[in-house]
């Protein structure tokens, strides 16, 4: 799942408690490539608290959508970490296990937006 239509359908479906369907589109826009980042089928998902490799790709995919340089990064990594344990949290709580990609991103990006 990558396509806007189907990220936004899945948030609206899914993801209670979320109601800024507005700002998903322009959050999707930051996601660059969107389709490489789910091309295979361990890339669909993200597999956050069971594998700490995976939580470190969700960091490393966000320090790139963002585009931090080094300094930057070091100042905001860990508004990132947060926001990424904020929405591992949501999906945790909803009983979400398969948790998709860029569903995944758009929420992270949207806490980072807020801060």
Not at 46 to 70: G, H, P, R
């Amino acid at each position: 799942m990558y396509e806007l239509e189907e990220v936004t359908q899945y948030i609206k479906d899914n993801i209670k408690g979320f109601h800024e369907y507005s700002k998903i589109e322009s959050l999707y826009n930051m996601i660059s490539n969107p389709q490489v980042r789910v091309n295979s089928k361990d890339k669909q998902w993200v597999a956050y608290k069971t594998q700490a490799s995976e939580d470190n790709t969700v960091v490393e995919a966000m320090k790139e959508i963002l585009e931090y340089k080094e300094f930057r990064w070091i100042i905001e990594k860990d508004n990132v970490i947060e926001a990424i344990n904020v929405v591992g949290d949501i999906f945790s709580n909803l009983g979400i296990t398969h948790k998709p990609r860029i569903p995944f991103y758009i929420l992270v990006l949207n806490e980072l937006v807020e801060k």
